[in-house]
């Protein structure tokens, strides 16, 4: 049974394309969830209480959905269809030139692969994996500079892998990031 925990982490704005996007991909959901969000300003830690709260609900999986995404209706159902432990979509950062956040695909030309890292903009995560992870499960790093070298979801996905788990992006959902246009 799939007990889907989304969640939202946000600085207390939701884009409308997202909400639009939630709506349509949990109208014809076809298993039981919940609706988190978390309000903050330090992303890992928004991430960090909201894995909590999906545990404490006893969710088998765990849907992160950043608060400027919009994406198709059935992509979470595709993940799903994976059966993987963690599986992301990947999506641009809000820059140009356009830039993947999906870190070290391993295969061409295939709909989904294992890669080193992918944003958690849309990833979708089995929680019985935390009980093998130790804390804290997202961070970042950044250089004696202070310039950011990873961000909170590769951290996490460093971390997984470094646990003996694998990370998947499908390639094929199509994600946006909404900034001045859709990236």
């Not at 990947?90 to 944003?119: F, M, Q």
């Amino acid at each position: 049974m799939i007990k889907l925990a989304v969640a939202i982490p946000s600085t207390g704005v939701i884009k409308t394309k997202t909400v639009e996007s939630l709506i349509a991909m949990l109208k014809n959901f076809p298993h039981e969830y919940y609706f988190l969000s978390h309000e903050g300003c330090i992303l890992h830690h928004m991430r960090e209480r909201l894995v909590k709260k999906a545990i404490e609900l006893e969710c088998t999986h765990l849907l992160f959905v950043d608060s400027d995404m919009v994406f198709e209706k059935d992509a979470v159902l595709k993940l799903l269809e994976h059966d993987k432990d963690i599986i992301g979509a990947n999506s641009h950062r809000r820059k140009l030139p356009l830039e993947d956040t999906v870190i070290g695909i391993k295969g061409e030309g295939l709909n989904i692969a294992r890669v080193e890292s992918v944003g958690a903009g849309f990833m979708l995560i089995k929680l019985s994996i935390f009980d093998f992870l130790p804390e804290p499960w997202f961070f970042w790093e950044s250089n004696q500079n202070g310039e950011l070298i990873t961000g909170e979801d590769y951290w996490f996905c460093s971390l997984a892998r470094k646990h003996n788990f694998e990370v998947w992006c499908d390639l094929s959902i199509k994600v946006g990031h909404i900034g001045d246009y859709v990236y």
